[in-house]
């Protein structure tokens, strides 16, 4: 079994999917190799030719390999504007490699094909020299197909940035290696899938498309019987740890799947009514324990959608080697700053959390079981325990109004000493979810495949309008913009622990 990570993502963790599916193949005394394409794509691109001849190219692409090592060094993170600069000659020397797709370090777009259409995507598979990936495809598959000779190949396709890539070297695999299984999973793949409109389209080119976690199904298509439990550890000796774009390896690893909240309204889990999964906190905990001791990353991150407090609280008991970071609800304890300080001897050195509105009908509407008077004791408490904040706001939402966005301006305003870093985005409904069956659905997103829709706002609260108060009074207010300064260009909360 070949597993593939494909471009793009943000190439500074590894994929932490594929590390589990190896883990739990090779427990179960299975074959299993990984290659993280997306890295090295991007780093292929970054150091190819130039389409254009400006000077800022010139000089992104004549220091490349150079912002590749530094990318990797700590001392970059000590001064901020060096990082953005790096970033920025990366970017550049990354989108100025191909005139097919409008690329970033994470994101792209391709300029003839959708994600969002089916039809689009089999043309990608059709005409896969079409792709800004093909030499690099071309040189590393059948290399790869070479090393491993694998059966089966799985490839991961969680984000929309990764799907036209991921049609394009399926063209390439069927036409160099016709005879190898085809699997396709991952979070994208669920959620397409989950959408009541599926019908697969792919049959011609993908022989399995897998719905969910992927271990059952990848050793059921193994003819393995999974005897033991399906909770091995994630194997990182499948990727090149040291080699990701941070200044210490980061380890990402999901203790749960799901949320144990699964309520708000506009969420994507709760639309797709994903189950909610987690390891027993003994496990975690232990795994936990053991990743760190083998890998020594600079960095732990827990891809939950909500740490459960039992895990924060085990986590406080035996703290890890390590600092982490990832997303918790708010909640009475966080409130606590004895509890807090707690939490921060436990490793914990930021917090993302969805705050959504500062507008208690609007989190009312969503059923986010929070007040902002909670909110702000969090924040505060956070604060003081010298826990960063990544704070993530939603406008837009259905109840929304312009004075609940004003209450959310004056929010932040109000809270900006406690608020570390912010992500502002509009809200996009979810097309299977609950508000979708009684608001009138305008679609942005022309396509068979889009799982997000416009809609009638009830209050006349529109995308347009939203985006203008997000423009005008929330990024110009000056206590706003310092905070929004502050967030690494490209890598975001990926990289944001590695400035508190
Ligand atoms: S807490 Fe987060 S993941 Fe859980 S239901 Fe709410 S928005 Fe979704």
Redesign the pocket.
């Known amino acids: 079994m070949l597993l593939i990570h494909p471009p793009i993502a943000k190439a500074c963790e590894p994929p932490a999917g594929l590390a589990l599916l190896a883990g739990v193949l090779r427990a179960h005394g299975q074959s299993c190799q990984v290659i993280d394409c997306n890295l090295e794509a991007q780093e292929h691109l970054i150091q190819a030719p130039a389409v254009s001849d400006d000077t800022w190219t010139r000089r992104a692409k004549k220091h490349a390999s150079s912002n590749l090592e530094t990318i990797r060094q700590p001392a970059l993170y000590h001064t901020f504007s060096r990082y953005q600069r790096c970033v920025a000659d990366l970017n550049r020397a990354l989108n100025q490699s191909s005139q097919q797709a409008a690329m970033t370090l994470s994101n792209y777009t391709d300029s003839s094909f959708s994600c969002v259409r089916s039809d689009d995507l089999l043309a990608a598979v059709e005409h896969p020299e079409q792709s800004p990936f093909h030499d690099y495809f071309m040189n590393r598959l059948p290399q790869a197909l070479e090393e491993n000779a694998p059966q089966f190949i799985g490839i991961s396709l969680n984000f929309m940035s990764q799907a036209v890539p991921t049609f394009a070297m399926i063209g390439l695999l069927k036409k160099i290696a016709p005879q190898v299984t085809i699997i396709v999973g991952g979070g994208l793949m669920t959620s397409w899938m989950r959408h009541p409109n599926w019908q697969n389209p792919f049959k011609s080119c993908i022989d399995h498309c897998v719905d969910g976690p992927g271990e059952a199904a990848l050793l059921k298509l193994l003819g393995v019987h999974p005897q033991q439990n399906l909770t091995a550890p994630p194997d990182y000796s499948v990727l090149p740890l040291e080699h990701y774009w941070s200044p210490s390896p980061i380890l990402p690893l999901a203790t749960s799947r799901g ?1 144990y ?4 309204t ?2 994507p ?2 639309a797709e009514q994903n189950p909610y999964h987690p390891l027993t906190v003994s496990t975690i905990v232990e795994q936990l324990h053991h990743l760190c001791s083998e890998w020594q990353p600079g960095l732990v991150h827990l891809l939950d ?2 740490i459960s407090p039992a895990l924060i609280n085990a986590l406080m008991a035996q703290p890890l080697p390590a600092p982490w970071y990832g ?1 918790a ?1 708010i909640s009475k304890q966080l409130a606590d700053p004895d509890y807090c300080r707690a939490l921060r001897q436990s490793g914990c050195i930021m917090i993302k959390l ?1 705050v959504e509105s500062g507008d208690n009908q609007v989190l009312e509407s969503m059923d ?1 079981g929070v007040t902002v008077e909670l909110t702000e004791r969090v924040l505060n408490s956070l604060k003081l325990a010298g826990i960063a904040t990544y704070v993530y706001l939603l406008f837009g939402t259905p109840t929304e109004n312009l004075d609940a966005a004003e209450a959310t301006r004056q929010f932040i305003c109000r809270n900006h000493e406690a608020i570390g870093f912010l992500n502002l985005a509009i809200f996009n409904l979810p097309t299977n979810s609950p508000d979708a069956q009684r608001l009138d659905l305008r679609p942005f997103y022309q396509g068979d495949l889009s799982l997000y829709s416009d809609f009638d706002h009830p209050k006349g609260w529109n995308r347009g309008e939203v985006r203008r108060f997000i423009d005008k009074r929330i990024k110009k207010e000056p206590l706003i913009a310092e905070i929004l300064r502050r967030d690494p260009p490209q890598f975001t909360s990926n990289h944001a622990a590695f400035f508190v």
């Open positions: 949320c909240w699964n309520r708000c506009f969420c889990e709760r959608n909500a997303f609800r969805g986010k």
